[in-house]
């Protein structure tokens, strides 16, 4: 199942002010987790694809949903972005190119190391 957008506000997108400060007070619940694949239990563990889930949530922009298995190595050492596929696939997403701004409330892909499958989301014009 597809999550689907709540509580559009015309004029102001699905980031209205309180849907931002909503996300970064999650974020803040989560500072200091340490990363653990395929997780999300405060203080225990969480991984980006589920911080960005979580985040999403507690901003009122998505329903909960649970994401469907990855498997942790997926990415490694690929030339294409295996997330942005992965989100085409699971969520009704519009991929952006690169050269796009960002701006509060966007998921943001990215390669790290040998890995290609990193995502973030755009708080306060910081990416975490």
Request: charged share 25%; glycine share 8%; with cysteine.
């Amino acid at each position: 199942m597809k999550p689907k957008p709540i509580n559009y506000e015309p004029g102001l997108g699905i980031w209205p002010p309180a849907a931002i400060e909503n996300a970064a007070k999650r974020f803040e619940e989560w500072r200091g987790t340490p990363w653990q694949n395929r997780m999300a239990k405060r203080g225990v563990g969480i991984d980006c694809l589920n911080l960005v889930r979580e985040l999403y949530v507690a901003a009122d922009v998505l329903e909960e949903f649970t994401l469907p298995y990855y498997h942790f190595a997926i990415g490694i050492r690929e030339q294409f972005n295996v997330m942005e596929s992965f989100l085409e696939i699971c969520c009704e997403v519009d991929i952006l190119p690169a050269t796009a701004t960002a701006t509060d409330g966007d998921a943001v892909l990215f390669r790290c190391g040998d890995t290609s499958n990193h995502i973030g989301m755009v708080l306060a014009d910081t990416v975490v």
